[in-house]
């Protein structure tokens, strides 16, 4: 049973990536990234660094939503990127690096306590937990945003 609740626990960092990827996925929908026929889904720092940029000018857009969004950026998003890139790059030389088993690996090998690597684990456990709870506050975040953007769009001078 702890194999698989490991095993478990460690998609968690996939799955919640995916959910942001698809936020933004929605907003650019309705708010492009960029006005074009090749407009792809940028990812979500791409999304919201690149709106910062484009709503200096404008900073009626520049409401709570989009700062909340943009704010994750180099705290919370940038920490979940971290735990979710070991799990879908594999590794077939004999050397580990780069997949979370490597990470584990590395740890023991480098005499680190066993109580400070359990402690990070259980840290990155509470975090991807809290992201469960933030996944959800985002969608209701990303329908106000959306709203709020299509009033400012609609509004007649």
Same mark, same amino acid.
């Given at each position: 049973?702890?194999?698989?609740?490991?095993?478990?626990?460690?998609?968690?960092? %996939?799955?919640? #990536?995916?959910?942001?990827? $698809?936020?933004?996925?929605? =907003? @650019?929908?309705?708010?492009? &990234?960029? !006005?074009?026929?090749? +407009?792809?889904?940028?990812?979500?720092?791409?999304?919201?660094?690149?709106?910062?940029?484009?709503?200096?000018?404008?900073?009626?857009?520049?409401?709570?939503?989009? %700062?909340?969004?943009? +704010? *994750?950026?180099?705290?919370?998003? &940038?920490?979940?990127? @971290?735990? *979710?890139?070991?799990?879908?790059? #594999?590794? &077939?030389? *004999?050397?580990? !690096?780069?997949? $979370?088993?490597? !990470?584990?690996? !590395?740890?023991? $090998?480098?005499?680190?306590?066993?109580? =400070?690597?359990?402690?990070?684990?259980? #840290?990155?456990? @509470?975090?991807? &937990?809290?992201?469960?709870? +933030?996944?959800?506050?985002?969608?209701?975040?990303?329908? @106000?945003?959306?709203?709020?953007?299509?009033? %400012?769009?609609?509004?007649?001078?």
């Amino acid at each position: 049973m702890f194999i698989l609740d490991s095993i478990m626990q460690l998609q968690k960092p %996939l799955v919640i #990536y995916n959910s942001w990827e $698809r936020i933004v996925f929605i =907003i @650019n929908e309705f708010f492009p &990234k960029k !006005k074009s026929s090749d +407009n792809f889904p940028p990812s979500f720092e791409q999304y919201f660094k690149s709106k910062n940029e484009e709503f200096k000018l404008n900073a009626e857009y520049l409401n709570n939503d989009f %700062l909340w969004f943009y +704010n *994750r950026i180099n705290e919370e998003h &940038k920490f979940l990127g @971290n735990l *979710r890139h070991p799990l879908i790059h #594999y590794n &077939k030389s *004999r050397e580990t !690096k780069g997949m $979370r088993s490597a !990470k584990f690996s !590395k740890d023991f $090998r480098s005499l680190k306590s066993l109580d =400070i690597i359990i402690q990070q684990y259980e #840290y990155e456990i @509470n975090f991807l &937990k809290e992201e469960l709870t +933030n996944v959800d506050l985002g969608l209701m975040k990303s329908l @106000n945003l959306i709203e709020s953007w299509s009033i %400012l769009e609609n509004k007649i001078p």
